[in-house]
């Protein structure tokens, strides 16, 4: 185990005994069903758990939820809180079968120190809404279905261990805040449900995600406009559509991206590895300083790949982006390629990339034989150590790289 790994622990585990000892010596242990909340599947406990949260926030104690299968509806769970507040879940919490789309199904907001814990399911029941989503195969789709848990404006917080199963579109959100650790987590969602991202990040600053499984329908993890100070570790990812950046620059509120560090994850039988994706015809923005390192791809398609001429499905991608890609390294990525390009650097002819890096890349096609490379508009690469697939030429034809995917 390296030193990076050991220190990244010990942190954690200083930040749990110092979490929990606050939240334990603050106001209490509050459990729903004393508050009429009724396990059965059923019984609709919406007002139950707003009840019991009220005390726990009030209190800055910890909200029990044991034994059962909780139905729930549409919640907000809203601070500020007196102190630091625990959530803890050791059952079941079901959403209501059929289509949603509200902006969440769950919702954490304005709350400082907060802890989502436990060896409980949120369950979206997400099987009863995926034929309403229109959002696989319609570009730009406004009808969007409501994601599982959201994190707006939680700051200094803790998401530990609990399982989240089948969201109706995102699994979690985390938006608008700072300093989240996310831990020991189980994301699953069948690889073809639409739009079921696992964890999805944007305006959010310094957040850990590590020691979790993540398999859905769309990206594990979408590190969207704003997201800043992320890493990533030990993450495993499949199915899905990989571990992304992006997509920046489709609007004109649209943030930076920069500080992304994804180490020693393992990416399985997904639509791409590690992913950059910008639109076309953008807003000038830049995504920088960015480390994939030491990553294992197990019959991943694209398992290295900027694509700075994305636009959500839509037959024309004319148009340039204006995101600005700089200072990019992918650092001892190996494993096997489903897709005969497996290194796939098509940036922008308006912003080519800069300072892109490739350090002991060893990725085979999936039948054994060697995968190739593809660039355009990426100039200043720097290749370090062993090269599989070879270093590509400056500029490969279109047609070309349409027949090798």
């Not at 499949?238 to 004109?252: E, R, T, V």
Request: glycine share 10%; hydrophobic share 35%; with cysteine.
């Amino acid at each position: 185990m390296g030193l990076s790994s050991l220190f990244s622990k010990a942190v954690l585990l200083v930040f749990m005994v110092e979490f929990m000892s606050q939240v334990c010596s603050q106001g209490g242990l509050f459990d729903v069903r004393a508050s009429g909340a009724v396990g059965d599947g059923k019984t609709d406990n919406t007002n139950a758990f707003l009840a019991t949260w009220t005390k726990a926030c009030q209190s800055g104690g910890t909200m029990q939820i044991v034994d059962g299968t909780y139905l729930l509806k549409t919640i907000q769970f809203e601070g500020p809180c007196k102190g630091q507040v625990s959530f803890t879940v050791n059952a079941v919490i079901q959403a209501p079968q059929g289509k949603s789309t509200e902006h969440y199904w769950i919702n954490f907001k304005n709350i400082n120190g907060l802890t989502i814990q436990g060896s409980g399911t949120f369950d979206g029941q997400g099987p009863s809404a995926w034929n309403f989503s229109t959002c696989s195969n319609v570009p730009s789709c406004s009808s969007r279905l409501s994601p599982s848990v959201v994190l707006t404006k939680v700051n200094n917080s803790l998401v530990q261990n609990v399982k989240l199963l089948n969201s109706k579109g995102f699994q979690m959100k985390i938006e608008d805040g700072d300093h989240v650790t996310v831990n020991n987590i189980t994301i699953t969602a069948p690889a073809d449900s639409p739009n079921t991202d696992g964890i999805h990040t944007g305006n959010i600053n310094f957040v850990n995600i590590q020691d979790s499984n993540i398999g859905t329908g769309d990206d594990c993890i979408s590190m969207g406009p704003g997201t800043t100070n992320i890493n990533i570790t030990r993450v495993n990812c499949g199915p899905g559509h990989g571990i992304s950046i992006g997509s920046i620059g489709k609007l004109a509120t649209d943030q930076n991206v920069f500080g992304v560090k994804v180490l020693n994850c393992t990416i399985r039988l997904t639509q791409n590895g590690v992913r950059i994706k910008t639109w076309n015809s953008t807003f000038p923005l830049s995504v920088a300083d960015v480390t994939f390192q030491d990553i294992i791809m197990d019959r991943a398609h694209n398992p290295i790949i900027i694509d700075q001429h994305y636009c959500g499905g839509r037959r024309d991608c004319s148009g340039n982006s204006h995101v600005q890609v700089k200072d990019i390294k992918f650092i001892g990525i190996s494993g096997t390629s489903a897709s005969k390009i497996a290194v796939n650097l098509n940036c922008s002819s308006s912003n080519p990339c800069s300072d892109i890096e490739l350090n002991n890349i060893n990725l085979s096609f999936q039948d054994g034989t060697r995968a190739v490379s593809a660039c355009s508009n990426a100039p200043r690469i720097l290749y370090v150590g062993p090269q599989n697939p070879h270093a590509c030429p400056q500029r490969l034809d279109p047609s070309m790289m349409l027949a090798y995917m």
